[in-house]
């Protein structure tokens, strides 16, 4: 095992080949970034506080504190003595597998292939261009992710979820008051069928599904407003839970949506030419407003 204490700004190249990347900080930023390139490169290039420990044992490469640990980084949500910050940038083979704990920490995860989990506190989350299976859970940092096509689940308390061009068979989210907003991406309907599966007690669900969609729906409220854009679709209830249900094209994929108190809106995504070509990084809100 080689083992690096990081005190000031540096860089470092491991030798040896690397299959799982971890990186767990306080405070700062985690830049992750697939290449195809074979080496690995580590840039520590601010830091403030106790040292950042840098090990590689055997093909895993772990950055971190030595008191910071995977299963117990939600916990520190209790946690006042965040005296530590650092900007972490590691560039990896896109097919390592990613493990990312962030307390008060902004987390940015590029072009993987492989299988990436993200765990934060209060730092906001990042994932683009992920191919390979994604888990992520936050307490209050909001989430983002655009063109992810590989399973994505994601769990989070206060924090909102953003899903831009999710091109994924499978997008299972769970939130408790963060709002949810889920955009399709139209490319999508020649893959696999999508299975979409939202939770909420209190947040707000927007759906913005392409046009024409191919799934099963399934969406409710028990106190909340529902709007809904496709005409085969039923509403139903009128007074305290409302739903939305019914079937889109052939019905391949499935979409269920469930929420409290939050509202829930199901959109149609514009097709080409038809009021103006849909803006790709665009996203709804719950209540039909682009983001």
């Given at each position: 095992?080689?083992?690096w204490?990081?005190?000031e700004?540096?860089k ?6 690397v299959?799982?990347?971890?990186v ?6 985690v830049?992750v ?8 490169r580590?840039e520590v290039?601010e830091?403030?506080?106790p040292?950042?420990v840098?090990?590689?044992?055997g093909?895993t490469?772990t950055?971190?504190?030595?008191d910071?640990?995977w299963k117990?980084?939600l ?5 006042k003595?965040y005296r530590r910050r650092?900007?972490v940038?590691?560039?990896v083979?896109a ?7 962030v307390?008060g920490?902004e987390?940015?995860v590029?072009?993987?292939r492989?299988?990436t989990?993200v765990r934060g506190?209060?730092?906001d989350?990042t994932l683009?261009g ?5 888990r992520?859970?936050t307490?209050s ?20 979820v953003?899903v831009?061009e999710?091109?994924?068979?499978s997008?299972k989210a769970d ?5 949810m907003v ?11 069928p999508a299975d979409i599966?939202l ?6 669900v927007a759906i913005?599904?392409p ?10 409220t028990?106190?909340g ?8 679709l039923r509403v139903?209830?009128q007074?305290?839970a ?6 889109l094209?052939?019905g391949r994929?499935t979409l269920?949506?469930?929420?409290i ?5 199901l959109?149609?995504r514009?097709e080409?030419?038809e009021?103006?070509?849909?803006a790709?990084?665009?996203?709804p809100s719950?209540?039909?407003k682009v983001?």
């Open positions: 095992m080689t083992e204490s990081v005190t700004p540096t470092l190249a491991p030798a040896d080949p299959t799982l990347l971890q767990r900080i306080v405070n700062g930023t830049n970034v697939g290449t195809d390139e074979s080496s690995v580590l290039s830091i403030e506080g040292p950042l840098v090990t590689q044992d093909s490469l950055v971190t504190y030595e910071l640990q117990s980084i916990k520190w949500f209790e946690r003595e650092a900007v940038s590691v560039a083979p097919g390592v597998d990613v493990e990312v704990g307390v920490a987390a940015v590029t072009g993987i492989g299988r989990e506190v209060t730092g989350t683009l992920l191919s390979g299976p994604v992520a859970e307490v940092g909001n989430l983002e992710a655009q063109s992810v096509t590989g399973a994505l689940r994601v769990n989070s308390v206060t924090g909102d953003t831009i999710g091109a994924g068979s997008v939130t408790v008051s963060g709002d889920i955009d399709l991406d139209p490319a999508r309907l020649d893959g696999p599966r939770t909420s007690v209190s947040g707000e913005r599904l046009h024409p969609a191919d799934a099963r729906v399934e969406a409710s028990t106190s407003a529902v709007s809904n854009a496709f005409e085969d139903g209830g007074w305290g409302k739903s939305i249900t019914g079937t094209g052939s994929g269920k949506a469930t929420t108190s939050g509202s829930i809106a959109l149609r514009p080409s030419g009021d103006g070509d849909a790709p990084s665009s996203a719950a209540t039909g983001l």
